[in-house]
């Protein structure tokens, strides 16, 4: 069965510290990644994806991340944190030909101080 | 911005109540997903529905569980008798659907059920 796993579940960063949260998923075939984020009192949404092509994605607010196939994993970064990036992320998965039902991480809590 | 609405935003019950939660997808969406986050756990998938049947469930999904569409536009999670551990966030989500997956899942903010 497919697996998501994030490994920090709470990060503590002062402003202006680089960001790194970690994910690996555990499935063989192709798969889709997703990076959500939810913004205390918020919904889910979307950061970036990873669908095909390069395997630097660049999505909103400054995040980039990385698929590295071999390794199963697809890390979120960003070289410098806002205070207002204060949320919960969550690594994604869904395999390639089975629809868009996602397997999600445990999520990550970023905690950034002003 | 089209947007995934959900109600109630909060609702409380006691066990053994039936509780329904309704969602309104996006309007050109065709593919509809439940999702459920327990209290500091990871959000779990508890159903998908395409032209107007379940077409994936989860383990959790039992029988006490059930969704439809009954009017085209809300998409409703029926929970018959509510347990304890029902307590949760409930997501709905849609998307256009792309039969690869590779498609992006618009989600609502969430209704939270606590069950007493």
């Known amino acids: 069965a497919q697996s998501v796993s994030q490994h920090n579940h709470h990060v503590i960063l002062s402003e202006a510290a680089s960001l790194e949260l970690g994910c690996n998923y555990s499935?063989?075939?192709?798969?889709?990644l997703f990076w959500y984020v939810q913004y205390p009192g918020q919904h889910l949404q979307l950061l970036l994806k990873?669908?095909?092509?390069?395997?630097l994605v660049k999505g909103i607010k400054g995040f980039e991340a990385e698929f590295i196939k071999s390794k199963f994993s697809f890390n979120l970064r960003k070289p410098s944190v806002q205070w207002s990036d204060t949320a919960e992320y969550f690594c994604?998965?869904?395999?390639?030909?089975?629809?868009?039902?996602?397997?999600f991480g445990q999520g990550t809590e970023l905690s950034v101080k002003p | 911005e089209p947007e995934v609405t959900q109600t109630p935003s909060h609702q409380v019950t006691q066990m053994g109540q039936e509780v329904i939660l309704r969602c309104v997808p996006i309007?050109?969406?065709?593919?509809f997903y439940w999702y459920r986050q327990i209290l500091g756990q990871k959000v779990e998938f508890l159903v998908s529905?395409?032209?107007?049947?379940?077409?994936?469930k989860s383990e959790i999904f039992d029988d006490q569980f059930s969704v439809e569409r009954p009017d085209g536009s809300n998409f409703t999670l029926k929970i018959r008798s509510t347990k304890l551990e029902d307590s949760a966030m409930y997501f709905c989500?849609?998307?256009?659907?792309?039969?690869?997956?590779?498609?992006?899942?618009?989600f609502g903010a969430g209704s939270r059920l606590t069950v007493l």
């Open positions: 309007s050109n969406h065709l593919y």
């Open positions: 499935y063989g075939g192709t798969v889709n």
């Open positions: 990873y669908f095909s092509g390069d395997p």
């Open positions: 989500a849609s998307t256009t659907g792309n039969p690869s997956g590779a498609n992006v899942l618009t």
């Open positions: 529905f395409y032209n107007n049947e379940i077409s994936e």
């Open positions: 994604a998965v869904n395999s390639y030909n089975q629809g868009g039902k996602l397997i």
